[in-house]
Each structure stands twice: as C-alpha cells, then as structure tokens.
C-alpha cells in the first residue's frame, strides 16, 4: 500500500455522510484515476456502489459485511477488500478507521 499519491488534483468540497461520522476528499491521480482519502468514525454504515471499488485501510479497525456474505469479516492496518459495482456492503467500524477507496469502471 502506498503512503503516499504524487502529482494528485484535490477536490476542494468535502464530502460528508452519515451526519458528518464518514468524510473523505476526492482525489484525481496523474492519469486521471479517482479515489478518496477518507475517515470514519465507529458506527454501522451501509453503503451503496456505482463503480467497482477497492477499500484499503490506512489506520483503525472494521468488521464488513460483503455483498452476497452472511459472515463479518474483520479487516484493520494494510488489509483491502473489494466491492462489486451496483451492490451494497456493511462496516461495523469498532475504532477510528482512516481508508484509501479507489473505483473502476466495471
């Protein structure tokens, strides 16, 4: 996992969900790739895709419910997991999670 993304155009608007507990920037790589620094505070979210994504998590601790699974599973510090496009998934965030989310078109 990379600590670092050179050469980025930045988003200046925040994007806020879940009353201001989920945020995360948009950020554009070189080659015009779109992922999201983001945070989440602990809580239970469920989330919704258009594009297919990779979760990568920075810092923090989650347990998720992948679409299609009756089993949480847990994932903290250099994990990742994928979400298929036009789906919906569950965390259970259990401690301060910073994330890296990146989409692809199916």
């Known amino acids: 996992m ?5 050469g980025v155009s930045v988003l200046k608007k925040l994007n806020i969900y879940n009353e201001g507990k989920v945020m ?3 950020i554009f790589l070189p080659d015009g790739e779109r992922k999201t620094l983001g945070v989440m505070f ?28 009756d089993v ?3 994932f903290g510090p250099g ?5 298929p496009a ?4 569950k965390l259970r965030v259990t401690e301060l999670m910073e994330y890296v989310c990146s989409y692809y078109k199916a």
Request: glycine fraction near 10%.
């Open 2 to 6: 990379k600590d670092r993304f050179e």
């Open 24 to 26: 995360s920037r948009t």
């Open 42 to 69: 602990p809580g239970e979210y469920e989330f919704g895709t258009s594009d297919r994504e990779l979760m990568e998590v920075v810092a923090g601790k989650t347990e998720v419910l992948l679409p299609g699974s």
């Open 72 to 74: 949480w599973k847990t």
């Open 79 to 83: 994990d990742s997991f994928g979400i």
């Open 86 to 89: 036009d789906s919906r998934f």
